[in-house]
């Protein structure tokens, strides 16, 4: 990947051999040639690591796994399920918002920033960390799954009594081959409106995580998101 784009300490020594491999290198060249060629693409790479730097691989407690970043102007900033202050709350993570509200009685936020559930453990984890400006998933199969499933691999084999949320096929597809004897695996259709209504509505991912993470003696998920966020009102 680029010299200039930073990997968090952490994850940078335990995702090491993954930059040496040749789906790297050909990404890292997809990459630079969409660049190249003038196309834009989401978010900007100083923010593809977003997730990993905001969450260091020992303060793992939660993953959430997305799958593309958004493609819209001005959204994604590394984080799946997040955009950035001042933009409105795509519809998946007004559902999010409407499912904690309803498990935990929290009132939703005016924005859609998430950097307060990353900064407690929640590794918001998209499967494919790049997208070109309104294409969606335009960069799937160009290598980043395998970078994604080192992740997953990494927290699941060397790490225990993590809360991994998996929202919808693909992302329980991705997650197959995390041990459920190690770790809790919650499993619900997708938050989108195209799905929210077959399954997520009710799933309760939110209290169920916090009653696991205390059982396993550790602080539970502060789910509610402090005001400030420069956000619009949902």
């Known amino acids: 990947m680029d010299d200039l784009i930073e990997l968090e300490a952490s994850w940078g020594l335990a995702l090491a051999p993954e930059f040496t491999k040749d789906y ?7 990459l630079h040639g969409e660049l190249a060629v003038g196309k834009t693409i989401f978010p900007k790479n100083s923010e593809y690591f977003a997730a990993l730097n905001r969450t260091p691989v020992d303060e793992v407690k939660v993953v959430i796994l997305g799958q593309d970043p958004y493609h819209g102007p001005g959204q994604a900033h590394g984080l799946c399920f997040s955009v950035q202050p001042g933009v409105p709350a795509p519809p998946s993570l007004v559902n999010i918002y409407k499912e904690m509200e309803d498990d935990l009685g929290i009132v939703r936020a005016h ?6 559930w990353a900064d407690q453990g929640v590794l918001l984890l998209n499967a494919v960390l790049t997208v070109e400006a309104h294409n969606a998933a335009s960069h799937q199969g160009r290598g980043w799954e ?3 499933d080192a992740i997953i691999a990494e927290l ?9 949320i998996l929202w919808g096929g693909y992302a329980q597809k991705k997650g197959a081959k995390i041990d459920g004897t190690k770790h809790l695996v919650l499993k619900s259709p997708h938050p989108s409106p195209l799905s929210s209504y077959r399954g997520f509505f009710g799933s309760k991912p939110f209290s169920q995580t916090n009653a696991y993470l205390e059982a396993k003696g550790k602080a539970p998920i502060v789910w509610q998101l402090p005001s400030a966020g420069g956000g619009l009102l949902l």
Request: glycine residues 4%; hydrophobic residues 45%.
């Open 24 to 30: 790297m290198q050909q990404l890292k060249a997809f």
């Open 111 to 116: 924005h859609g920033c998430l950097h307060a």
């Open 146 to 148: 395998a970078f994604t």
């Open 156 to 164: 699941n084999e060397k790490h225990e009594n993590l809360v991994f």
